[in-house]
């Protein structure tokens, strides 16, 4: 089997589709399966090795965010699509220069695996833009209905995906490395020093962003006993700072330093409500770290309130904070919540996940393309 994973996003890049596109290449590599990644140029700068092919297409930098680059659909994209001849065209978070990705398919009844990623709807609401909503779910109606089989990542995506008219949908979370996050990296010397005054360590991990909805952490931070910690980078960062100065920001932590953190929480906190899933939170589980989510969207399907962790109400930050420091005191029951919630995730490892992708590759193979192929139109 030969694939294209066409994406928005990779490497140097540094986003849940970025991530899950370079380990599924990896898997389908260590499979005996041909990937090829074709992605928008980086920017300046290193550019890191894989051990199969990445084609870069022609890109532009989005101005409110530095570190993002979106592609153009111009002929490179045939060009790549043409050379590697695949028999299965993957589109992980379609919606820009990968629409033609999928018109390519479509002319050549390649079948399409589509994977819905990022709630770009959801995001107008966030950045208060809704009136381009319906606009953005018709481009997406548009990409998603090419495809053979459209993933979600939460069974909530699939019904919001289906109430829109998308078929073909099969559920598919992310798995995640049960030994890189690990509560044998607890460190408690780190923890000692992030709590002077033997506070309850609660953390956040991820992008520093509007649609992440931080500021709900507001009350959290300035409660007594509560010692809150955010790691990540992203635009809000100079605005969250101002607005929650009791929080301690890590910056950006990767490999070792990030297994640390993660095992030496005492609370794992997760606000954003417009997930699609949530995979700091199986991060946090798997390091033996019960979590307190939004109860909205992906991230709270990975919760069971009063096994693993708890909810609180979207933006009730007075709640968040009180069920916080109820909790403070509770250290045996976050013990508890944290071993329980390690063993829910032993068996979400990448390598199931990337063996089920296989199995929907060959049913999108076997169900042939979504469409009769079009005649073939000129392209620039």
Same mark, same amino acid.
């Given at each position: 089997?030969?694939?294209?994973?066409?994406?928005?996003?990779?490497?140097?890049?540094?986003?849940?589709?970025?991530?899950?596109?370079?380990?599924? &290449?990896?898997?389908?590599?260590?499979?005996?399966?041909?990937?090829?990644? =074709?992605?928008?140029?980086?920017?300046?700068?290193?550019?890191?090795?894989?051990?199969?092919?990445?084609?870069?297409?022609?890109? =532009?930098?989005?101005?409110?965010?530095?570190?993002?680059?979106?592609?153009?659909?111009?002929?490179?994209?045939?060009?790549?699509?043409?050379?590697?001849?695949?028999?299965?065209?993957?589109?992980?978070?379609?919606?820009?220069?990968?629409?033609?990705? %999928?018109?390519?398919?479509?002319?050549?009844?390649?079948?399409?695996?589509?994977?819905? $990623?990022?709630?770009?709807? &959801?995001?107008?609401? %966030?950045?208060?833009?809704?009136?381009?909503? $319906?606009?953005?779910?018709?481009?997406?109606?548009?990409?998603?209905?090419?495809?053979?089989?459209?993933?979600?990542?939460?069974?909530?995506?699939?019904?919001?995906?289906?109430?829109?008219?998308?078929?073909?949908?099969?559920?598919?979370?992310?798995?995640?490395?049960?030994?890189?996050?690990?509560?044998?990296?607890?460190?408690?010397?780190?923890?000692?020093?992030?709590?002077?005054?033997?506070?309850?360590?609660?953390?956040?991990?991820?992008?520093?962003?509007?649609?992440?909805?931080?500021?709900?952490?507001?009350?959290?931070?300035?409660?007594?006993? =509560?010692?809150?910690?955010?790691?990540?980078?992203?635009?809000?960062?100079?605005?969250?700072?101002?607005?929650?100065?009791?929080?301690?920001?890590?910056?950006?932590?990767?490999?070792?330093?990030?297994?640390?953190?993660?095992?030496?929480?005492?609370?794992?906190?997760?606000?954003?409500?417009?997930?699609?899933?949530? $995979?700091?939170?199986?991060?946090?589980?798997?390091?033996?770290?019960?979590? =307190?989510?939004?109860?909205?969207?992906?991230?709270?399907?990975?919760?069971?309130?009063?096994?693993?962790?708890?909810?609180?109400?979207?933006?009730?930050?007075?709640?968040? !904070?009180?069920?916080?420091?109820?909790? !403070?005191?509770?250290?045996?029951?976050?013990?508890?919540?944290?071993?329980?919630?390690?063993?829910?995730? $032993?068996?979400?490892?990448?390598?199931?996940?990337?063996?089920?992708?296989?199995?929907?590759?060959?049913?999108?193979?076997?169900?042939?393309? &979504?469409?009769?192929?079009?005649?073939?139109?000129?392209?620039?």
């Amino acid at each position: 089997m030969r694939v294209a994973l066409v994406t928005e996003s990779f490497p140097p890049q540094v986003n849940g589709v970025a991530r899950s596109v370079a380990r599924a &290449a990896a898997h389908l590599t260590a499979r005996g399966i041909e990937p090829v990644v =074709i992605a928008p140029a980086p920017g300046p700068g290193p550019r890191p090795a894989f051990d199969w092919p990445v084609v870069h297409v022609p890109s =532009i930098q989005i101005p409110a965010y530095k570190h993002f680059r979106a592609g153009l659909a111009t002929r490179a994209l045939d060009d790549a699509l043409d050379a590697h001849r695949p028999d299965v065209v993957h589109l992980a978070s379609p919606f820009g220069y990968t629409a033609r990705a %999928a018109a390519w398919a479509e002319r050549r009844a390649i079948p399409t695996v589509a994977v819905w $990623q990022t709630d770009l709807p &959801a995001y107008t609401r %966030a950045y208060h833009l809704t009136a381009f909503e $319906q606009l953005v779910w018709h481009r997406l109606r548009s990409i998603h209905s090419r495809a053979r089989v459209n993933l979600a990542l939460s069974e909530c995506t699939a019904k919001a995906l289906a109430a829109q008219g998308i078929g073909g949908l099969a559920v598919l979370p992310h798995g995640v490395d049960t030994d890189r996050f690990h509560p044998r990296h607890r460190d408690q010397n780190l923890h000692d020093a992030l709590t002077p005054d033997h506070e309850l360590l609660v953390g956040y991990v991820g992008r520093l962003a509007r649609e992440k909805q931080l500021h709900w952490l507001t009350d959290l931070a300035a409660t007594p006993g =509560i010692r809150l910690v955010i790691a990540g980078d992203g635009p809000r960062r100079r605005a969250l700072e101002r607005l929650l100065p009791q929080a301690t920001f890590l910056g950006a932590l990767h490999g070792t330093d990030l297994s640390r953190l993660y095992a030496s929480l005492d609370l794992f906190v997760h606000t954003g409500p417009f997930e699609t899933f949530g $995979q700091t939170i199986q991060e946090a589980h798997a390091s033996a770290v019960p979590v =307190i989510a939004v109860d909205a969207g992906g991230a709270a399907e990975l919760v069971d309130p009063g096994v693993d962790g708890t909810h609180f109400p979207p933006g009730d930050t007075t709640a968040l !904070a009180a069920t916080a420091h109820a909790l !403070a005191d509770r250290r045996d029951l976050l013990r508890r919540w944290g071993e329980k919630g390690r063993r829910k995730v $032993q068996t979400r490892t990448w390598e199931a996940e990337g063996d089920a992708l296989i199995g929907h590759y060959e049913r999108a193979l076997a169900l042939g393309p &979504a469409r009769a192929p079009r005649p073939a139109v000129p392209t620039a």
